[in-house]
């Protein structure tokens, strides 16, 4: 597994991680896609790595149709930081990946290709919570679709 991290998140970060965490590999997009890379071109980058993880912090990635239908084009498995993970310090953040680290590991070996997940910010490790597969407006329609049906 590759773990690479998104332009919202230090590029340090995955260095550290690295010298943390010597058994799987960490890289930021700046060093991968190079800086200022698009949402799309990162996308197509990593997907062509069949062993790339994204990491990210980015929420607009998940809402935003247009780049969100471009990520799940891609394939990739991603794992979404959840709100709390930006207001940090970057000795926190590193701190709770550390923490964070073996669950979001297994979780990525154990699910397939395309999957989401997003890590909560705190400090009580849980599953992680797995994010569905389809868009928000499809289950809008169709929880609307059930209460017509009562």
Known sequence: MKAVFDENLPPGLPRALAAVIPEHDFAHTND????????????????????????TQ????KRTPHIQAALRASGLTVVFLAKGWADLDNVKRLS??????????EAIETCDRG??????????VTQLKPLPGRSASQRDRRRHSRKRQR
């Open 96 to 105: 709770r990946f550390c923490l964070w680290w073996p669950q979001i590991a």
């Open 58 to 61: 980015d929420r607009r990635q």
């Open 115 to 124: 999957a989401w997940f997003e890590v909560p910010s705190n400090t009580r």
């Open 32 to 55: 991968v896609a190079g800086r200022g890379a698009t949402d799309e071109a990162i996308f197509a980058l990593l997907s062509a790595d069949q062993d790339a993880v994204l990491v």
